[in-house]
């Protein structure tokens, strides 16, 4: 019955719950089935504890802005970053370099540090692609609805 399906996800749900949580277990997540692409293809799920990502190393000052620009049927897309010079009274091979410009805005660390997984995830800022999705497709089954009239 179509009321029935999120009965059919709670035993998935209800054990990737489990692993996700128990710390005794070494599992970094669950490959399953998926229902909306079918044909064999899987999901993936990275549970919190094996799913850390390195943040982006942003020096401080550094201003970001993207851009995108369009020429006949191709669209471009561009990241510029803005990177204050250093003090001038320290060349980047002396030590003092790093020691009086921070290479990281403190607002960005939020509460990494008192994060202490292992970080298992980095951006490679070499590979970002922008996809257009043009269209998705939906398999279905089709069931007719019978009408009946009964009379009391």
């Known amino acids: 019955?179509?009321?029935d399906k999120a009965l059919d996800y709670l035993p998935t749900q209800a054990i990737a719950d489990f692993l996700s949580a128990d710390v005794k277990v070494s599992i970094d997540g669950v490959l399953y089935p998926s229902v909306e692409r079918g044909e064999g293809k899987v999901n993936i799920v990275l549970f919190r504890k094996s799913s850390r990502v390195k943040p982006l190393e942003i020096l401080k000052g550094t201003s970001?802005?993207?851009?995108?620009g369009t020429e006949e049927d191709r669209i471009d897309y561009a990241v510029f970053e803005l990177v204050s010079s250093p003090p001038p009274s320290f060349s980047k091979d002396s030590p003092e370099f790093y020691s009086?410009?921070?290479p990281f805005d403190s607002e960005l660390l939020y509460d990494e540090d008192?994060?202490?997984?292992?970080f298992t995830l980095q951006l490679d800022k070499n590979f970002v692609e922008v996809h257009h999705i043009k269209?998705?497709?939906i398999a279905t089954d089709r069931y007719p609805v019978r009408r009946?009239?009964?009379e009391r």
């Open 1 to 3: 019955m179509p009321d």
């Open 114 to 118: 008192r994060d202490l997984r292992k």
């Open 100 to 102: 009086n410009w921070s």
């Open 148 to 150: 009946m009239r009964l």
């Open 135 to 137: 269209g998705v497709r």
């Open 64 to 68: 970001l802005s993207v851009m995108i």
